[in-house]
């Protein structure tokens, strides 16, 4: 150890090469793993469901394909199944009017506290507008399922959501449709501020009765919630709306059998799927169906790969550099299963200190970016477990690569030195 530490550039050069390489490994595992949560968010974020129905050719929640009305009923009129729900699902057009001369006064009645009324408008802006593509999700109005938890609202009330022409929207859709009122949003009371506005849908009116916190869904689009009825008068007339059906089967009932007579009662052109196989399913679909996992997987083994270069080539050039002091021990009768103890020893001493120092700047950087929709990141402990067996095999490999050259030393080089 004493000549590992003896020559601090060398010993930093190891530390730096697997903590390089730590950190990428763990960075890119973990937006990885949280690029993943991002695809099934919306199935996690729907609570007390047994089943999710869909059209038998659908392999992921974001993949859906529309059903007709008349598969709701055959679905409620299988045995075992004590509520069926529809749920819409769609991506839209927002689109919200504006008077800047109105924003530019209302943002100074914020910051004084004065009344605005009977100002003269300016005649030199024209009304603007801002159009955004939202995910918009149509719930039953009456059984609620599919909807945001009541401890997810930030203000308003769910149940107002019954109301003509409600929507409620999650903080990010505030966020960026009302851009100039970003930075004034700190707090979630400061979101209390949207609730009666007025946007619109489709070229629909829509009032603002609530604001939620829910997951960002993996295409970082806005969300909206809407009962399933008002989300058909905002699609085009006679258009299929139905995307998927959430069962809550009876006490007791067997969720497997259960599914296998929904298929059987609808001709197999529907499937059931549990909560967790439906995350499982869409799991699967991105990683066989897009170059997600490819591109994630190069980028975890480049950084291998220069980990292992960056540390070996400094180890070796450390083994190389101190050949004397081992042909010293070696005429002394140190045994090669010592030297080789202590060749390894060197390199395990190395590797978890880059190993803590680039696991904790991974973690750090997934610290700053929380919040951000934009930027999935989750660092399970499966993350951190194959790090750490990765970073394991650079030091072995590192000290494998200079502990040939000690083992056919002969010990009369200290002689000729």
Known sequence: MRMLTGDRTKFLGIIFGVAFASLLMAQQ????CGIMMLTTSQIRD?????????????LSVSEFKPMAETA???????????????????????????????TRLRREEMANHNTIAGRERGNSLEETSISQQVMLLGVDKTTMVGAPLASSMVCGRLDS????DAVIVDMYSCRLLWRDERAALKQPSDYERFLGRVIEINDHRALIVGVCDVSANFETLPIMYTTYDEAKHIVEPGQKSMAFILVRAVPGASLGDLSQRIAERTGYTLKARRPGEFVEDTIWYYMTRTGIPFNFGMTVGLGFLVGAAIAGQTFYQF???????????????TSNRRIVGV???????AGPIGYGVGVGLAALFGRLTEGNPTVGFYMPWHVLAITAVAVFSICLLSGMLSIRRVLVLEPAIVFRM
């Open 46 to 58: 729907v609570r007390g469901v047994d089943l999710w129905v869909m059209d038998s050719d659908v």
């Open 29 to 32: 595992m973990s937006i990885f």
């Open 72 to 102: 709701l009923y055959r679905v409620r009129g299988v045995p075992g199944v004590s509520e069926a729900s529809p749920l819409f699902k769609g991506v839209t057009t927002a689109r919200l009017r504006f008077d800047p001369v109105e």
């Open 319 to 333: 083994t190389v550099e101190n050949l004397r002091q081992f042909g010293a021990l070696k005429a002394m009768g």
């Open 161 to 164: 959501l019954g109301e003509p």
């Open 343 to 349: 060749t390894l020893l060197q390199c395990l001493v």
